[in-house]
């Protein structure tokens, strides 16, 4: 869970005032995100099922797909899909998983 929070404050950082033009032309900020994606995915497979079962208001199974069509399918993605995904996908998967790691303590 902490390394889903911390790939989503370093995507944050990144585009932070960034616009799409922006975003789009910088091939490094671009691949930079990309990989904390990535991290995302990866991270979110990590997490037992049975824990993934029990908290269903989250879409695990499109986050870890995200990660498995950025590694191996990379070519169909989209920057457009990158940043999307950036901007409107993960702060409400930033407020969850807050809250699950609040929950933890």
Same mark, same amino acid.
């Given at each position: 869970m902490e390394h889903i929070l911390s790939a989503i404050? %370093?995507?944050?950082?990144?585009?932070?005032?960034q616009d799409f033009e922006s975003f789009s032309r910088?091939?490094?900020m671009?691949?930079?995100v990309v990989?904390?994606?990535?991290?995302?995915g990866?991270?979110?497979y990590m997490i037992t099922n049975e824990y993934r079962e029990k908290h269903t208001e989250v879409e695990w199974r499109s986050i870890i797909s995200m990660r498995h069509v950025l590694v191996h399918g990379y070519y169909q993605i989209s920057k457009a899909e990158?940043?999307? %995904?950036?901007?409107?996908?993960?702060?409400p998967l930033k407020a969850k998983i807050e809250q699950y790691l609040s929950e933890m303590k």
């Amino acid at each position: 869970m902490e390394h889903i929070l911390s790939a989503i404050n %370093t995507i944050n950082q990144f585009l932070e005032g960034q616009d799409f033009e922006s975003f789009s032309r910088n091939e490094m900020m671009y691949f930079a995100v990309v990989k904390n994606v990535e991290i995302i995915g990866e991270a979110a497979y990590m997490i037992t099922n049975e824990y993934r079962e029990k908290h269903t208001e989250v879409e695990w199974r499109s986050i870890i797909s995200m990660r498995h069509v950025l590694v191996h399918g990379y070519y169909q993605i989209s920057k457009a899909e990158v940043w999307d %995904t950036a901007k409107n996908n993960l702060p409400p998967l930033k407020a969850k998983i807050e809250q699950y790691l609040s929950e933890m303590k």
